[in-house]
């Protein structure tokens, strides 16, 4: 069982990791304090198309950006609570790295599918229409 949890967290580091050039957190990091020096500009507020378009992109870093974080710390942490949960031999604490495991994987997963629709027009809203046709036999 222990096992299973190392290598499960081992696992999830690795695709976490892997993750670090789609989200490229330095660069994103960078592009959100641009976006809020333009928007300490009071000039920028005349612009509403503009303003209501960086205000989006913050949200998105931010959101991204605090994801990054949490999940990282968390990996990190659950890394140090196994190795502690084994020496204590403390079983309460290994179901709990077990159900904790189970959830980072459901937010890498998130982040994963994320990374498949990082592109400008992903996040808008698409409408697909099959229309099927008679074959002829």
Do not use: C, Y
């Not at 580091?13 to 009071?42: H, Q, V, Y």
């Not at 968390?74 to 196994?82: K, M, P, R």
């Not at 027009?121 to 074959?135: A, G, K, Q, Y």
């Amino acid at each position: 069982d222990e096992t299973q949890i190392k290598l499960a967290i081992d696992e999830l580091k690795e695709r976490f990791n892997a993750l670090g050039g789609t989200f490229d957190f330095d660069k994103k990091s960078e592009r959100l304090n641009e976006i809020l020096e333009t928007l300490n500009d009071p000039d920028i507020w005349e612009n509403r198309e503009l303003t209501r378009n960086l205000n989006q992109e913050r949200a998105r870093l931010e959101k991204t950006l605090s994801t990054l974080e949490t999940l990282s710390s968390n990996l990190e942490d659950a890394s140090i609570l196994l190795e502690l949960a084994i020496s204590e031999d403390d079983q309460k604490t290994l179901n709990d790295l077990t159900n904790d495991v189970k959830a980072f994987d459901a937010e890498i997963s998130q982040l994963e599918i994320q990374r498949m629709f990082r592109h400008e027009m992903d996040t808008s809203n698409s409408f697909l229409d099959i229309h099927s046709r008679p074959r002829a036999t």
